[in-house]
């Protein structure tokens, strides 16, 4: 068989055979497939193997900031691989690029978060930072502080620590090993925090940690003084506050990062995804000044903690680059800039889709809920977005749908680079997807 020359059905035939895909339906894939095999991106356009294009309305998974196709991105990868692909950051080991972004990284980062440990994504970040607060307090002299608390319908990602720290039960199910000493409290409500605190008493707590916007909980938004009353609760009992940024970091809310949004600067902050647009598998954990002065301070012998991939030249020449066009594209104010636009449309589609209830979004990142019934947000019996997402994928645009106990929900999260046509575009077709669900919703109940 030519490898160069497959066909989209024996690239299929393929697929079921030798790929168990990440988040997905193993029965589904058997039973139909994959549901698009994709071939090239431009842009805010992917086109998959048979020719067709689609609007990439995620960002594929919120993470490719600045679009697809960004030759100057596998030019500066070529280089720095010709350079120098890899080389080890164990035993104090190190690179040019990592240590030029780990500098970056504490100029764009708000208050005093200073110094970056590497890893190569979400989940790899999340578990680091457990790992690393709950060191920080045993070298400070409180080793009984170990817990970790977060918060209903959070992500943080699959890894035992993260999955662990997730408090989306179905990510649960999967396996009856979660790691010991997580805790969830209610999202948004401070006053929960505190009773939780209390009940466990402060002394047992390394740390809280929440999205600044959750993002596959159903992009839920905070109140705006929710945050700086967690950072008070936080101060008051000595608790560290990480604010988990790999969906929200790099501009997405139309800030470098959303905690801006809220006016806090947390202890620890959690980045991946849009540090390089997906073009390369990177992650950071970055913590303040007091943090690692405290580290230096305290520690003794080995870290022993590290990833094949920590401080990966490669991937961090990649992201350096990835922020320049941020900087240099002014795409963050551009994600501002249409977001306001993104915001305008969820609500004429609100409008005009009896089926579309509760509306949300901060800068390039929304949702919307489908409903039976507007004025009372009675659902269906059924989840409907599902049907909504297959209609619009149909057309040629790609969402994500949440259904996570009660919700029904669809997300956005599209590349920074869109543009006010491709927004219309993208709702346009989207809103051909809601009426045509909608119109056989009805039509069954006549």
């Known amino acids: ?23 997905s339906s193993i029965q589904e894939q058997q039973e139909h497939g994959a549901a698009i095999i994709f071939k090239e991106g431009n842009g805010v356009y992917l086109t998959d193997v048979n020719g067709k294009t689609y609007i990439e309305g995620m960002a594929s998974l919120w993470n490719v900031n600045v679009g ?10 070529q280089e720095q691989m010709e350079a120098l692909a890899f080389s080890s950051c164990f035993a104090t080991f190190s690179n040019e690029p990592a240590i030029r972004l780990a500098a970056k990284l504490a100029e764009l980062t708000p208050g005093d978060l200073q110094a970056a440990f590497f890893t190569s994504g979400g989940s790899e970040s999340n578990d ?16 009984q502080k170990t817990k970790i608390i ?17 408090g989306i039960k179905d990510f649960h199910h999967m396996t009856s090993s979660l790691a010991p000493g997580f805790l969830h409290v209610e999202a948004f409500s401070t006053e929960a925090l505190r009773e939780l605190i209390i009940q466990e008493g402060a002394d047992t707590i390394a740390a809280f940690i929440a999205e600044p916007v959750q993002g596959a909980g159903g992009v839920n938004i905070p109140p705006d003084d929710y945050f700086k009353e967690v950072r ?22 139309g800030k470098w990062f959303a905690c801006e949004h809220y006016g806090v600067t947390p202890d620890v902050m959690l980045v991946a995804k849009g540090i390089s647009s997906g073009y390369s598998q990177l992650g950071a954990v970055i913590v303040r000044e007091f943090i690692h002065q405290d580290l230096i301070k305290y520690s003794e012998g080995t870290l022993l903690h590290g990833f094949t991939y920590s401080g990966h030249p490669t991937a961090c020449a990649v992201a350096l680059k990835n922020i320049e066009i941020l900087e240099e594209e002014q795409l963050i104010e551009n994600a501002e800039k249409m977001g306001l636009i993104f915001s ?7 409008q005009e889709c009896k089926i579309v209830g509760e509306i949300r979004s901060l800068g390039l990142i929304g949702a919307l809920e489908l409903v039976k019934d507007q ?7 059924a989840k409907v977005s599902p049907k909504v997402i297959a209609e619009a ?35 346009d077709i989207l809103k051909e997807a809601i009426e045509a669900v909608q119109a056989q919703l009805f039509a069954s109940e006549k």
Not at 68 to 77: D, I, N, S, T
């Open 375 to 381: 004025e009372t947000n009675e659902r269906f019996p």
């Open 128 to 143: 680091t930072a457990y790992k690393l607060v709950r060191h920080y307090w045993k070298v400070k002299g409180q080793p």
């Open 393 to 427: 994928r149909k057309r040629g645009l790609i969402l994500r749908t949440v259904t996570f106990g009660n919700a029904d929900t669809i997300v956005f999260s599209p590349p920074l680079v869109i543009n006010e046509q491709e927004i219309k575009e993208m709702f």
């Open 150 to 166: 977060s918060r209903e319908k959070g992500y943080h990602g699959v890894a035992v620590g993260s999955t662990s720290a997730t």
């Open 1 to 23: 068989m030519d490898k160069q020359n497959l066909t989209a059905a024996e690239l299929t035939k393929l697929d079921q055979k030798h790929f168990i895909h990440p988040t």
């Open 344 to 350: 305008n449309h969820l609500q004429q589609l609100q």
């Open 68 to 77: 697809y196709g960004r030759k100057e991105l596998a030019k500066v990868a």
């Open 232 to 253: 008070r609760i936080c101060d008051e009992h000595q608790i560290l506050f990480i604010a988990d940024e790999v969906i929200t970091g790099f501009g997405r809310t």
